[in-house]
C-alpha cells in the first residue's frame, strides 16, 4: 500500500506493473475498499500499470466528502501525482458513477471506460440516500451489511467471495460511507450525454444484479457509440469477484482495443 497527499485529503492505492501498454485505473464501489479488485489486479498487472486507489472516507483514505466531485476529482490528483497523463478506467456501481463523472469533468484523462452494474441516471430518490446515510451513522456498517450480503453476492458465488465482500463492507467507516451517501443524493443523470462518449467503452452487468439490473446496462450501451455490453451469469452486484475469468476477459478485450488504438495514433503521427 502506498498513499499520495492531495488537497485536503490521503489516499491510499496500489500501484503495481511494468510500463507497458495503457495504464489501469480500478474505481471500487459503496461500501468497499480497493480490495474488491484483487482478481484483476492479480490478472493484469503481470503486463500493465494497474493503480487501484482507495476512494476518500474510504479503506485506508481518511477526508471529507464535500460533493460528487470530489471523488472524480481525486482520481485526477492522483493520475497527476503519479505522472499518468491517460489510462483506462473500470469503475463497478458507485465506482462506475464516478469513472462517468471523472469523464464527463477530464474527459482527456481516459482512454477507455470499463462501466460495471453502473446506473447513468440521476438519483431517483434523494430523501433515501439521506436517510441511508442516517441509519448507517445511527447503526454502524454491520446490520446494512448483513440485510445486503445476498443481493450483492449471488449464491453460485463461492462462499470465499462473500466472506470478502462482507469483511469489506464491516470494514468500512461509517462517516465514510454516510458521506458518500449524502453526495450520491445529488450526484448527475449522464444518460443524456452518453452519446458524446468517444472512447472504447464495455458495460458489464450480471445477471442477478438486483441493484443496478441489466436493464440500467443496457440503457448505457445503447446510448455510448460502439459501445460492448456483456450480461454474466452467475453474478449478481460484484461479477469481478463472483465470476472474475468472464469478468477479466472483457476488461481484457477493452484494453486490447485500446492498446491498439493508441499504437494506430502513435504510427498515424509518425
Do not use: K
Not at 507497458?20 to 500499470?49: C, I, K, N, S, Y
Not at 448483513?146 to 469489506?168: C, F, I, K, N, T
Not at 445529488?186 to 441493484?211: I, M, N, Q, Y
Request: charged share 25%.
Amino acid at each position: 500500500m502506498r498513499t499520495i497527499g492531495l488537497d485536503r485529503v490521503t489516499l491510499a492505492y496500489d500501484d503495481a506493473g511494468p510500463e507497458r501498454g495503457t495504464p489501469l485505473l480500478l474505481v471500487h464501489g459503496h461500501p468497499f475498499d480497493r480490495t474488491m479488485w484483487r482478481p484483476q489486479l492479480e490478472r493484469f498487472a503481470a503486463e500493465r500499470r494497474v493503480i487501484v486507489p482507495d476512494l476518500r472516507g474510504y479503506g485506508a483514505s481518511p477526508g471529507a466528502v464535500d460533493g460528487w466531485a470530489d471523488f472524480a476529482d481525486d482520481l485526477v490528483g492522483l493520475l497527476d501525482g503519479l505522472r499518468v497523463p491517460r489510462a483506462v478506467v473500470a469503475g463497478l456501481s458507485m465506482g462506475g458513477q464516478i469513472v462517468l463523472e471523472l469523464q464527463r469533468r477530464h474527459p482527456g484523462r481516459v482512454a477507455g471506460l470499463l462501466l460495471a452494474d453502473t446506473t447513468a441516471a440521476g438519483e431517483p430518490d434523494r430523501d433515501q440516500r439521506l436517510s441511508m446515510a442516517g441509519r448507517l451513522l445511527d447503526e454502524g456498517m454491520d446490520p446494512y451489511s448483513v440485510e445486503v450480503l445476498y443481493r450483492m453476492v449471488s449464491p453460485q458465488a463461492s462462499g470465499a467471495v462473500a466472506d470478502h465482500v462482507l469483511a469489506m463492507m464491516r470494514a468500512t467507516d461509517p462517516v465514510g460511507a454516510a458521506a458518500a451517501q449524502r453526495a450520491r443524493a445529488d450526484r448527475p443523470d449522464h444518460l443524456p450525454r452518453l452519446g458524446s462518449v468517444a472512447v472504447p467503452t464495455v458495460v458489464v452487468v450480471g445477471a442477478e444484479d438486483e441493484f443496478t439490473p441489466p436493464a440500467d446496462a443496457r440503457a448505457i450501451a445503447e446510448r455510448v457509440p460502439g459501445a460492448e455490453l456483456m450480461v454474466i451469469d452467475g453474478a449478481a452486484h460484484l461479477p469481478n469477484l463472483e465470476q472474475p475469468d468472464a469478468f477479466n476477459g472483457a476488461l481484457g478485450r477493452l484494453l486490447e482495443r485500446v492498446d491498439h488504438s493508441d499504437d494506430r495514433s502513435a504510427i498515424a503521427g509518425d
